[in-house]
């Protein structure tokens, strides 16, 4: 693990998000933790350190970089059909056992991801732009780690990808503050978070807390950012009834526009007890929130099984207005202004201009660069 922390701890920048204190301690403002870090020592995320009464945080590099379908996000109401160049780094404030992505967010804390630092590559913001331009991406998009422990290097990306006229989102676990969120929204667009339980004592096995993160989905509305949210619906952890219909009167209160992802789990890293989430409870799921108020509800990770939840359909008339089969657009009727052509109905979402831009029939699935 010292060598990969020796290569991280070289590509650093002073942070922006941060308050010295007293011994040359200080607390760190970008998430939910508000860590205290003594001189000499890491927050949670293991990334941002005190060196000498400075928070030092990452800069200048990529541990994944790859364009993928917006809706692998995901996101239905942003874009359909388009490239999002997608880019990641190391570590995450929360040690979820089931992580897909474990293997560069668990960086500091797993040994198993001490291999890690040959996924590091130095990257200017401007080289970062110049590929988005290249796979013709519209959004350039900060995932595969926390985004919000990484967030000065994706601002200084995000500003030249607004310069470019392209658009910005953050795929992320919520677990924002008032500091970061300030930092962060003039240079975003969208903002996908992840709701993971409505059951705290759930959410503090996963490193973090559950009111943290439905502060988070409020401050991120509250800033004018276009919010998708995602539950990944893991059998016997948050798959009952209750808790399904809990989390859906949560966001059906905050706005019946929110778009609400039910996704199929899978085994992945250190969860491998759970069965994988069969197509009847992800039906069951998308059901409850429908019948909550949401508008938009969506079923993922099952292409093909979820009969229409995969679609978007107006919540005035029913009539569908974009068709989906996992990542790929089959169809897509929306108006220039994001409208329904049947009855009229305004769709909640960021859409193109130009329904004729709309992407197609596309591969479906990511591209790697590096």
């Known amino acids: 693990m010292s060598s990969l922390a020796n290569v991280l701890d070289d590509l650093t920048v002073e942070g922006r998000l941060y308050e010295k204190l007293e011994d040359n301690s200080l607390r760190c403002f970008a998430c939910g933790h508000r860590c205290l870090i003594r001189e000499g020592k890491r927050g949670i995320c293991q990334v941002r350190f005190n060196e000498g009464g400075t928070l030092h945080v990452p800069h200048g590099y990529v541990a994944a970089l790859q364009v993928d379908p917006i809706e692998k996000k995901p996101f239905s109401h942003v874009m359909p059909g388009s490239n999002a160049l997608t880019f990641g780094m190391l570590g995450c404030d929360y040690h979820c056992i089931g992580c897909q992505n474990w293997f560069t967010s668990q960086f500091g804390r797993d040994a198993n991801s001490s291999?890690?630092?040959?996924?590091?590559?130095?990257?200017?913001?401007?080289?970062?732009?110049?590929?988005?331009r290249m796979t013709k991406a519209s959004v350039v998009v900060s995932s595969y780690n926390e985004p919000l422990i990484t967030s000065e290097w994706a601002v200084e990306i995000f500003k030249e990808a607004k310069q470019a006229g392209l658009m910005c989102a953050y795929v992320s676990n919520g677990n924002n503050t008032p500091e970061v969120m300030k930092y962060i929204a003039p240079y975003l667009d969208a903002y996908k978070i992840d709701l993971k339980c409505m059951n705290d004592t759930n959410y503090r096995k996963l490193g973090g807390v559950l009111q943290n993160t439905l502060d988070g989905i409020k401050r991120a509305r509250e800033a004018g950012l276009w919010v998708e949210v995602v539950t990944l619906v893991i059998p016997g952890f948050n798959d009952s009834n209750e808790e399904l219909w809990e989390a859906a009167r949560f966001l059906a209160g905050l706005s019946l526009d929110i778009p609400w992802h039910v996704t199929a789990f899978h085994k992945d890293y250190k969860m491998t007890e759970p069965d994988n989430t069969d197509a009847q409870t992800l039906i069951r799921a998308a059901e409850i929130g429908r019948e909550a108020g949401l508008r938009y509800v969506y079923a993922g990770n099952l292409p093909?099984?979820?009969?229409?939840?995969?679609?978007?359909?107006?919540?005035?008339?029913?009539?569908?207005?974009?068709?989906?089969?996992?990542?790929?657009?089959?169809?897509?009727?929306?108006?220039?202004?994001?409208?329904?052509?049947?009855?009229?109905?305004?769709?909640?979402?960021l859409w193109p201009k130009d329904p004729s831009t709309a992407g197609l029939n596309g591969i479906g699935h990511p591209l790697p660069i590096w």
């Open 115 to 132: 291999s890690a630092v040959s996924l590091v590559r130095k990257i200017t913001p401007a080289q970062i732009v110049d590929h988005a």
């Open 304 to 349: 093909g099984n979820v009969e229409a939840y995969e679609n978007t359909h107006c919540p005035r008339c029913s009539y569908r207005l974009v068709k989906r089969s996992g990542y790929v657009i089959q169809e897509y009727k929306l108006t220039g202004d994001g409208k329904c052509p049947k009855c009229g109905e305004k769709i909640a979402g």
